[in-house]
């Protein structure tokens, strides 16, 4: 049965220049559940125009502000709380980092308390442990990943398709897939030729294609196999 907290909320020293301190625990549980409710994170960036006008979205960050300024009671999942707990570990016990945004969350996550000037970096930090602990549960599940074939030659291949992202600099796609053995393959694949192809994820794919190169990941040292030239013999569809 899940547990539902009352969310109470307090801010401390406010004077008419500062607007005060309050508990950073709370303050992360806050937005995890803003998070939630909207259906992910909101950045500045993506609102058009800040507030709730008719032209624009208002974000993560200025609904929690808001919140915080006009509180009414609020029932939150004691799971959300179990996150916040787990972010404030998670930037308090890491190796001091030497990106300022990330050395800013070190720095915060040191005090149970936080400036309500700091509610950007806090809101933030959410999605940013979030995305650490899919990299590091991702790098986990294929760090077995092996090359496959031989660079310069073309092969039969069975896999899965895992991933596509656009790359914007390239106008490309870029397709992660997987074999039976869980190595990773991947190709840049052309906007027409995605609109194409019609492939949807988790589909399992019977394909030829030459195997342009292998490579270490650069970020987390996986291997991956790059492959170009497919030439498609079946879609097989999910499995799911």
């Known amino acids: 049965m899940m547990k539902v907290r009352t969310m109470a909320i307090t801010i401390t020293d406010k004077t008419d220049s500062y607007p005060g301190n309050t508990d950073l625990v709370t303050l992360i549980a806050r937005a995890i559940w803003q998070i939630e409710t909207d259906g ?7 609102t058009g125009y800040r507030g709730d006008s008719a032209h624009g979205v208002q974000s993560t960050k200025d609904k929690v502000a808001h919140y915080y300024n006009n509180p009414v009671e609020l ?68 760090e077995n990943s092996d090359y496959v074939g031989i660079a310069g030659k073309r092969q039969n291949f069975f896999v899965k398709f895992l ?7 390239n106008d490309s796609y870029l397709y992660t897939f997987i ?8 190709t840049w694949v052309t906007s027409d030729k995605d609109e194409a192809w019609e492939w949807n994820l988790n589909d399992c794919i019977d394909l030829d294609a ?28 999910s499995t799911k």
């Open 179 to 186: 074999d039976r053995r869980k190595n990773l393959i991947k």
């Open 40 to 46: 992910g994170f909101i950045g500045n960036s993506n």
């Open 210 to 237: 030459f195997v342009r190169k292998h490579e270490a990941n650069k970020f987390s040292g996986l291997r991956e196999t790059y492959i170009n030239r497919i030439k498609l013999i079946e879609n097989k569809g």
């Open 75 to 142: 029932g939150v999942d004691e799971a959300i709380y179990d996150e916040a707990h787990k972010i404030v570990k998670y930037f308090r016990e890491m190796a001091t980092p030497t990106k300022d945004f990330i050395l800013e969350c070190h720095n915060i996550a040191q005090e149970p308390q936080v400036s309500m000037k700091k509610i950007g970096f806090v809101v933030a930090m959410v999605p940013t442990y979030r995305k650490a602990v899919e990299i590091e549960n991702y790098n986990k599940e294929f």
């Open 163 to 169: 991933e596509k992202r656009f790359i914007p600099n």
